[in-house]
Each structure stands twice: as C-alpha cells, then as structure tokens.
C-alpha cells in the first residue's frame, strides 16, 4: 500500500511537470511569433517594398519565336497565367 502512495505521488508530479512544460513552451511560442509579427510591421513600415515593374518579354535571338512562343503557352498553362516568361536562354 505504502508503495502505491509513492508511485501516485510520481504519477501527479509527472503530470504537473508535463502540464507546466506544456505552458512553457505555448507561452514562449505565442512571444516569438508576436515578436515576429512586430519585426514584419516594423520592417514594412520603414523599408516599404519596391514597386515592381512590369517584366517586358525578352526572347533571345537563338531561339526561333514559335519556339518561344510555344514556351511561354507552357508556362503560362502550367501557372495558370501567373507566371510570365522574360528570358529564354539555351543552356
């Protein structure tokens, strides 16, 4: 019986240590990303990004223009109109 005492005692302590780590950890998590969050604001605020210019189409005299244009279908396919080719290079 003595003995059984001893091992709830273990089980209770185990489980407070747990329970507490799992605070820990939760609550210095919910700091770094806060603090991240801060750095991005920050950094945004004083740094703003460029503006992007508009990528004009470069096609290399190398490659014939139905082939580049044939490339630039692909690609505009594959990214679903996002992607925009500005360089063709033969490597």
């Known amino acids: 019986m003595h003995n059984l005492i001893f091992r709830m005692e273990n089980i ?21 990303i806060n603090l991240g969050k801060a750095l991005i604001a920050l950094v945004n605020k004083y740094a703003p990004a460029e503006e992007k210019k508009k990528a004009k189409k470069i096609v290399s005299q190398a490659i014939e223009p139905t082939i580049a244009a044939a490339i630039a279908a692909a690609i505009s396919l594959l990214t679903q109109g996002k992607g925009k080719v500005t360089k063709i290079e033969k490597i």
Do not use: D, E, R
């Open 12 to 32: 209770k302590l185990g489980l407070l240590l747990m329970i507490v780590g799992m605070v820990t950890v939760f609550a210095i998590l919910l700091i770094v």
